[in-house]
T-cell receptor
Framework: NAGVTQTPKFQVLKTGQSMTLQCAQDMNHEYMSWYRQDPGMGLRLIHYSVGAGITDQGEVPNGYNVSRSTTEDFPLRLLSAAPSQTSVYFC???????????FGEGSRLTVL | GEDVEQSLFLSVREGDSSVINCTYTDSSSTYLYWYKQEPGAGLQLLTYIFSNMDMKQDQRLTVLLNKKDKHLSLRIADTQTGDSAIYFCAEISNDYKLSFGAGTTVTVRA
């Protein structure tokens, strides 16, 4: 099993560009989520999904879109990148046990 | 809303015990968690404790929960250089979302 796979690992964007961070898991987990990690702020929830076809907003959803067409994939789209979106992004999936998250290795995004 | 607080840094000598402290605010949290993040990697679940327990031990790790004071701690016995990492405390809300603290960076010195 590969677990949770995120791509790309690194990306540099210019302000106003759009891009998609990919996330895939092969553990058949229903619950998936996206977090951003900023220094001194821990992880903040952007969007999450409790199953295919169902998504919901987390704590900091503005500027991001998600979709969940399959159980395996949960891409995160930046619609028009801003410097405030410079961060490390983590995708996670979760089995039925509450709070037991499996994280990807992260995607480091820099917006100039 | 939930608010999880941790001290940001801890320096410990190799072989000593490390104690990382955390306070949380949601008294309805059913589980509390400790995650570890090594440099350049994602978070990994270290251990978790159910709210009706006050202690859990797993090899070198001991978790203590004081529900009255909403205080959680993680003790690492015989700290090794491989324990250098960021440790996150997290609590879970009723809708199964996790709230993370800012993380405690543990540095192990020889």
């Amino acid at each position: 099993n590969a677990g949770v796979t995120q791509t790309p690992k690194f990306q540099v964007l210019k302000t106003g560009q759009s891009m998609t961070l990919q996330c895939a898991q092969d553990m058949n987990h229903e619950y998936m989520s996206w977090y951003r990690q900023d220094p001194g702020m821990g992880l903040r929830l952007i969007h999450y999904s409790v199953g295919a076809g169902i998504t919901d907003q987390g704590e900091v959803p503005n500027g991001y879109n998600v979709s969940r067409s399959t159980t395996e994939d949960f891409p995160l789209r930046l619609l028009s990148a801003a410097p405030s979106q410079t961060s490390v992004y983590f995708c996670a999936s979760q089995p039925r046990t509450p709070g037991v998250l499996f994280f990807g290795e992260g995607s480091r995004l820099t917006v100039l | 809303g939930e608010d999880v607080e941790q001290s940001l840094f801890l320096s410990v000598r190799e072989g000593d015990s490390s104690v990382i402290n955390c306070t949380y605010t949601d008294s309805s949290s059913t589980y509390l968690y400790w995650y570890k993040q090594e440099p350049g990697a994602g978070l990994q679940l270290l251990t978790y404790i159910f709210s009706n327990m006050d202690m859990k031990q797993d090899q070198r790790l001991t978790v203590l929960l004081n529900k009255k004071d909403k205080h959680l701690s993680l003790r690492i016995a015989d700290t090794q250089t491989g324990d250098s990492a960021i440790y996150f405390c997290a609590e879970i809300s009723n809708d199964y979302k996790l709230s993370f603290g800012a993380g405690t960076t543990v540095t192990v010195r020889a």
